[in-house]
């Protein structure tokens, strides 16, 4: 397989995951359900873990014998920035365990992988995060006195 062919080949694989996964992600049942800020970021956060998904299988399946240790390793990375690392929401988590696979990626020379998988997540952000969802204004008016 060509270097070229590869690269459509992931490229259309992470196509895949993340259209099946908005597919979930923005099923009309639960979208008129969400209450509350975290349930309207909530499809953003799947779309970005399904891709990471994507990513560790890949590199699971790379080789026999390493493919068990890269699983173990990224879980472990996974579990110390969440739980270890101030960042703040679901969110920003799996950014930072998208951007650590897309490092171990390209130093595995999986640039084909890192290239598609990081340039479908930069258009993700860049078209969901362009707009607030919500703004709230407060004003203190002097009070007499």
């Known amino acids: 397989m060509t270097e070229f062919q590869n690269f459509?080949?992931?490229?259309?694989?992470?196509?895949?995951?993340v259209m099946l996964t908005a597919a979930i992600a923005f099923h009309p049942e639960i979208s008129r359900k969400r209450s509350s800020l975290s349930d309207i970021e909530l499809p953003k956060t799947m779309i970005?873990?399904?891709?990471?998904?994507m990513?560790?299988?890949?590199?699971?399946g790379l080789d026999e014998k390493i493919g068990q240790v890269i699983g173990f390793t990224i879980f472990g990375l996974g579990g110390l920035m969440?739980?270890?690392t101030e960042i703040g929401s679901a969110k920003e988590t799996g950014r930072l365990i998208f951007v650590t696979l897309g490092g171990l990626c390209?130093?595995?020379?999986?640039?084909?992988?890192?290239?598609c998988s990081f340039g479908i997540i930069w258009l993700l952000i860049f078209f969901t995060?362009?707009?607030?969802?919500?703004?709230?204004?407060?004003?203190?008016?002097?009070?007499?006195?």
């Open 48 to 53: 970005i873990y399904s891709v990471i998904g």
């Open 106 to 115: 390209v130093g595995l020379n999986l640039y084909t992988v890192a290239v």
């Open 8 to 17: 459509l080949l992931i490229a259309g694989n992470t196509l895949v995951v």
């Open 82 to 84: 969440r739980f270890r």
């Open 129 to 145: 995060e362009r707009k607030n969802l919500y703004q709230i204004i407060i004003r203190f008016e002097e009070m007499e006195g």
């Open 55 to 60: 990513m560790v299988g890949y590199l699971v």
